[in-house]
C-alpha cells in the first residue's frame, strides 16, 4: 500500500525533526510552518471531505477519516517529542540560572563578611588620646 510507505517515512521524519534543538531560528521557523499547514489542512478537510476521501483513496486507506487520523497521529507524535525537548532546555536553563544565583549571594555573603569584619578589627584597635586635648575634671 501507499500509505504504509508515507507514513513509515513521515513517522521516522516527525520523531527526528521533533527531537532536535529547539534554540535556532530553523527550528522555530519548522515549529510554525507545520502549525499553518496543520491548520489548512484542518480547514481543508472540513471544507472539501469529498477530497480527503479521494486521497486517502490514492494513497490505499479506505476512509478519509482514517487518513486524518494517521496525519493527526504523526503531528501528535511530533509535538510530543518537542515539547519534551523544549521541557529538558528550559530545565538546563533553569540550573543554569539557579546555579548563577547561588555564586552570586555567595559572592556577597563573603563580601559582607570581609566589611563587617574589617570594621570588627577597626572597632577594637586601641584609641589613642590626642595630645591637645586634656580630660579635665569639672570646676566646683
Do not use: C, N, W
Amino acid at each position: 500500500m501507499i500509505i504504509q510507505l508515507l507514513l513509515v517515512p513521515a513517522l521516522v521524519l516527525a520523531v527526528v525533526l521533533s527531537l532536535r534543538s529547539r534554540s535556532s531560528l530553523r527550528g522555530q521557523a519548522r515549529r510554525k510552518i507545520l502549525a499553518v499547514l496543520t491548520m489548512v489542512a484542518g480547514v481543508l478537510a472540513v471544507l472539501f471531505p469529498d477530497a480527503l476521501q479521494a486521497l486517502a483513496e490514492a494513497v490505499g486507506v479506505t476512509r478519509g477519516t482514517d487518513l486524518l487520523v494517521y496525519v493527526l497521529a504523526l503531528v501528535i507524535i511530533y509535538l510530543v517529542g518537542s515539547t519534551s525537548v523544549r521541557f529538558r532546555e528550559q530545565e538546563a536553563r533553569l540550573v543554569q540560572l539557579a546555579r548563577q544565583v547561588a555564586l552570586s549571594d555567595a559572592a556577597l555573603r563573603h563580601v559582607e563578611a570581609m566589611a563587617a569584619r574589617s570594621q570588627e578589627t577597626a572597632d577594637q584597635a586601641p584609641v589613642r588620646g590626642h595630645g591637645a586635648v586634656e580630660e579635665r575634671a569639672p570646676a566646683r
